[in-house]
Nanobody, 125 residues
Framework: VQLQASGGGSVQPGGSLRLTCAASGFNLDYHNMGWFRQAAGKQREGVACRGSNGDNIYYEGSVEGRFTISIDHTKNTVYLQMDSLKPEDTAVYYC???????????????????WGQGTLVTVSS
């Protein structure tokens, strides 16, 4: 089981980035998926999560309306489209997955079993 995250980089405020998380060894369709971030000196927090059946979409309050989580079932890949980026979005971003029977909390990033490596997003002028 592996999650490979990519797509981070440096962008100016107001810009956009799309993060990609490619899964191997399991089918995303049957798992809870999420994107999380950890800024320097802060705890990891949930950014956007999606339930295994495609519902129970969660967005952290500060990103709602700016970020979108989506899945390409044919590519077994989950995306995080990030628009109108702000300096406070600067963080290392991680993707994670859990089996549907797991008790999870997107907000606290608990219950997620499989984690990808982080990808750094820097928003700065």
């Amino acid at each position: 089981v592996q999650l490979q995250a990519s797509g981070g980089g440096s962008v100016q405020p107001g810009g956009s980035l799309r993060l990609t998380c490619a899964a191997s060894g399991f089918n995303l369709d049957y798992h809870n998926m999420g994107w999380f971030r950890q800024a320097a000196g802060k705890q990891r927090e949930g950014v956007a999560c999606r339930g295994s059946n495609g519902d129970n979409i969660y967005y952290e309050g500060s990103v709602e309306g700016r970020f979108t989580i989506s899945i390409d079932h044919t590519k077994n890949t989950v995306y995080l489209q990030m628009d109108s980026l702000k300096p406070e979005d600067t963080a290392v971003y991680y993707c994670a997955a859990s089996s549907p029977e797991m008790v999870i909390s997107c907000a606290t990033a608990s219950g997620y079993t499989y984690w990808g490596q982080g990808t750094l997003v820097t928003v700065s002028s």
